[in-house]
């Protein structure tokens, strides 16, 4: 079952983990695109909030980085034609060039910092930590609709925060992740604490909880 909001003309809906739609201008953008059945050889059993057959035609798709549970590669196949693009940390392009032009139309690789415009989407990139193996994840923060919009991806917290709030125009919305996953004692993801300090800092006008764990 999705979950959505709407916000000045943005509707996001969260869909799985970091997977989400972001609709508006009549254009879809879909985030951290994953549909798989299984993680590490183990069952997942929450599926996504829209089975990938039911989604509507996807404009782009805003990848923070390439692992499998966040980059589904058949699924983009799937839902890709010659008009998607692809925009992504730096590796994304050529991650994506099995896919063909015939199912993708660009990719536009970003690194912190970096912007690109799609259609009625502007993204910036941001530095993030997460964990290996490279390439790294970037956040994006997105304008569209006068909103400006955080994507957290996967991230852990660390100092990406403060710049983020010092260097970039204040957050509206921030899409943040709360699994607070361990390993082997490392944090990888936010905690929900985490995921409060990252509010303290931003500041922004609504917070969702993202990639549950």
């Given at each position: 079952?999705?979950?959505?909001?709407?916000?000045?003309?943005?509707?996001?809906?969260?869909?799985?983990?970091?997977?989400?739609?972001?609709?508006?201008?009549?254009?879809?953008?879909?985030?951290?695109?994953?549909?798989?059945?299984?993680?590490?050889?183990?069952?997942?059993?929450?599926?996504?909030?829209?089975?990938?057959?039911?989604?509507?035609?996807i404009d782009y798709v805003f990848a923070s980085h390439l692992h499998r549970d966040h980059f589904d590669r058949g699924a983009v196949s799937r839902f890709g034609h010659p008009d998607l693009e692809i925009v992504g940390t730096r590796g994304t392009a050529e991650h994506c060039a099995p896919l063909g032009s015939t199912r993708v139309r660009a990719v536009h690789?970003?690194?912190?910092?970096?912007?690109?415009?799609?259609?009625?989407?502007?993204?910036?990139?941001?530095?993030?930590?997460?964990?290996?193996?490279?390439?790294?994840?970037v956040n994006f923060v997105i304008g569209c609709g006068g909103l400006t919009v955080f994507f957290g991806g996967d991230c852990r917290f660390s100092d990406a925060f403060a710049q983020i709030a010092a260097r970039l125009p204040p957050i509206d919305v921030a899409l943040l992740p709360i699994g607070g996953t361990l390993i082997f004692g490392h944090r990888t993801t936010m905690s929900p604490r985490d995921a409060v300090e990252a509010c303290?800092?931003?500041?922004?006008?609504?917070?969702?909880?993202?990639?549950?764990?």
């Amino acid at each position: 079952m999705s979950a959505a909001v709407s916000v000045n003309g943005v509707r996001i809906t969260l869909l799985r983990t970091s997977c989400l739609l972001i609709e508006h201008a009549g254009r879809v953008a879909i985030t951290d695109p994953w549909f798989g059945r299984t993680m590490r050889g183990l069952p997942v059993f929450r599926r996504p909030g829209i089975a990938l057959g039911e989604l509507p035609r996807i404009d782009y798709v805003f990848a923070s980085h390439l692992h499998r549970d966040h980059f589904d590669r058949g699924a983009v196949s799937r839902f890709g034609h010659p008009d998607l693009e692809i925009v992504g940390t730096r590796g994304t392009a050529e991650h994506c060039a099995p896919l063909g032009s015939t199912r993708v139309r660009a990719v536009h690789d970003l690194g912190p910092w970096e912007s690109r415009e799609v259609g009625p989407f502007r993204l910036t990139a941001t530095p993030c930590e997460h964990t290996g193996p490279p390439p790294a994840e970037v956040n994006f923060v997105i304008g569209c609709g006068g909103l400006t919009v955080f994507f957290g991806g996967d991230c852990r917290f660390s100092d990406a925060f403060a710049q983020i709030a010092a260097r970039l125009p204040p957050i509206d919305v921030a899409l943040l992740p709360i699994g607070g996953t361990l390993i082997f004692g490392h944090r990888t993801t936010m905690s929900p604490r985490d995921a409060v300090e990252a509010c303290r800092i931003l500041k922004p006008r609504w917070a969702i909880p993202i990639h549950e764990g």
